[in-house]
């Protein structure tokens, strides 16, 4: 087995341990807002043609990045595919037990029901196929959704989850947002989205955590997962 053949194969068997053990979000939260409020497909351009040179040069990329990551890059991508704030912190180095921040895992819940109201009715329009979907030679690291890849809601998540944290603990404001574009360069990572994607999620979070912040209920709700959230943290 190559050095390549044996990463993915490593990649494969921790991406199965630590999906099958995430904690998923509740499908039935409330989302603070929705693509009523934020009609994404006016606010971000539409995503580079298939045939483009863009795309094209993307698919280039991947498989520079490809050849050169490391097993650890790789198993680190693959963690980040559990849509968790949970899984967020932990790749910080912030673990948090989820039984011991009730209000802030259910907040949270509503922040991740956010991404879906407004990134879906986007994505369903554009449907943008997936790189393994345009290049049969790349080979996604872990299951391949079927949803369009532009713009990535997973890339979006990270965002405002790295604007929602920033509100609530401002003084690691720098930290949370570093994190949330490592969030989203970990789609890249596996072969799931293109860059184009990636940046396309950097305003899509940008607009819909503005939102968010001028929300009443989402303040609300903040202040008071905020409060349970800084003293679980020692803060």
């Known amino acids: 087995m190559n050095t390549i ?4 194969a490593i990649a494969m068997l921790a991406g199965a341990i630590l999906i099958n053990a995430a904690p998923s979000f509740a499908e039935d939260a409330k ?8 009609a994404l497909l006016d606010l971000i351009p539409a995503p580079p043609a298939q045939d483009s040179p863009i ?16 097993d650890e890059q790789a198993n680190f991508a693959i963690a980040d595919d559990e849509e968790s704030v949970f899984r967020f ?29 407004t990134v879906d009715p ?3 329009l554009w449907n ?21 890849s532009y713009p990535s809601g997973h890339a979006t998540l990270g965002m405002l989850l790295g604007i929602t944290l920033s509100k ?13 574009v490592q969030y989203g360069q970990s789609r890249f990572v596996v072969g799931v989205h293109y860059e184009s994607d990636l940046e396309a999620s950097k305003m ?14 989402f303040l609300k709700e903040m202040e008071a997962a905020k409060a349970e959230l800084r003293a679980a943290m020692g803060m």
């Open 5 to 8: 053949s044996r990463r993915f």
């Open 89 to 117: 912190l932990d790749g910080m180095g912030l673990k948090l037990d989820p039984a011991k921040v009730p209000m802030a895992a259910k907040f949270f819940e509503r922040v991740a029901a956010t991404e879906g109201a």
């Open 31 to 38: 989302p603070f807002v929705t693509d009523a409020d934020v």
């Open 122 to 124: 986007a994505k369903k």
């Open 55 to 70: 795309t094209k040069a993307e698919i280039a990329a991947y498989h520079v990045m490809e050849a050169t990551r490391t």
């Open 204 to 217: 899509a979070g940008a607009a819909v955590g503005n939102a968010m912040l001028h929300n009443a209920d």
């Open 168 to 180: 609530m603990i401002p003084e690691k404001k720098d930290a949370f947002m570093a994190r949330a």
């Open 128 to 148: 943008r196929p997936r790189p393994p979907l345009a290049d049969a030679t790349i080979k996604p690291l872990i299951k391949l959704s079927s949803s369009g």
